[in-house]
């Protein structure tokens, strides 16, 4: 069974730092491509990041409301995803979702979510 | 970019049939057959429900279904089902696994 749990989430204040981690199972970890989304309370889902396995060049592409100030990061020993975020906005205030890209163009499998409140 | 664009709510009796369009441009929806529909009850994660435009992972219902012309994308819930009441979201990803989500759109099965 694929379980994806998200851990490390809660309340900052603006321009703080958090780093959120996501625990995979069920899955050949080192292979995947995994990707962050958020949902901010009563919005939709909105694409945040991907990193691809060291095996399709490891490599990570960000949307830009998070460029430069969020990063992902994998450790293949622990099949544990990493988004560490920066600079921290009011506007990061949502539920952050761990995703499994089970097909490179389908994210297939979530997790729960971790919710990060930004509030001053 | 700009998100994918979807109708904010539709709505239908139980047993009847409904459409969700999904529209995007040239560079997304038309560029790839990697549209991909997810389901989301409240306080709940996305489910995935058709994949690669017309494809259902394995335990969804046969009612969904899913196509495309061009640049517009569409999910078809066919015989509502009360328990199908929920918000709607439909992606688009490149082949390098960069991706765009619709808007959502919020079912009410009357």
């Known amino acids: 069974e694929v379980q994806l749990v998200e851990s490390g989430g809660g309340l900052m204040k603006p321009g703080g730092s958090l780093r959120l981690s996501c625990a995979v199972s069920g899955i050949t970890f080192s292979a995947a491509w995994m990707s962050w989304v958020r949902q901010a309370p009563g919005k939709g889902l909105e694409w945040i990041g991907r990193?691809?396995?060291?095996?399709?060049?490891?490599?990570?592409d960000y949307a830009a409301p998070v460029k430069g100030r969020f990063s992902i990061s994998r450790d293949d020993s622990e099949s544990t995803l990493y988004l560490q975020m920066n600079g921290l906005k009011m506007e990061d205030t949502a539920l952050y979702f761990c995703?499994?890209?089970?097909?490179?163009?389908?994210?297939?499998?979530w997790g729960q979510g971790a919710l990060v409140t930004v509030s001053s | 970019q700009s998100a994918l664009t979807q109708p904010a709510s539709v709505s239908g009796s139980p047993g009847q049939s409904i459409t969700i369009s999904c529209v995007g441009t040239?560079?997304?929806?038309?560029?790839?057959?990697?549209v991909s529909w997810f389901q989301q009850h409240p306080g709940k994660a996305p489910k995935l429900m058709i994949y690669e435009v017309t494809n259902r992972p394995s335990g969804v219902s046969e009612r969904f279904s899913g196509s495309q012309s061009g640049n517009t994308a569409s999910l078809t819930i066919s015989g509502l089902q009360t328990e199908d009441e929920a918000d709607y979201y439909c992606s688009s990803c490149t082949s390098s696994g960069i991706c765009l989500f619709g808007g959502g759109t919020k079912l009410t099965v009357l």
């Open positions: 040239s560079s997304d929806v038309g560029a790839y057959n990697s």
């Open positions: 990193i691809k396995s060291k095996g399709g060049g490891g490599t990570t």
């Open positions: 995703v499994w890209m089970n097909r490179v163009t389908t994210p297939g499998y």
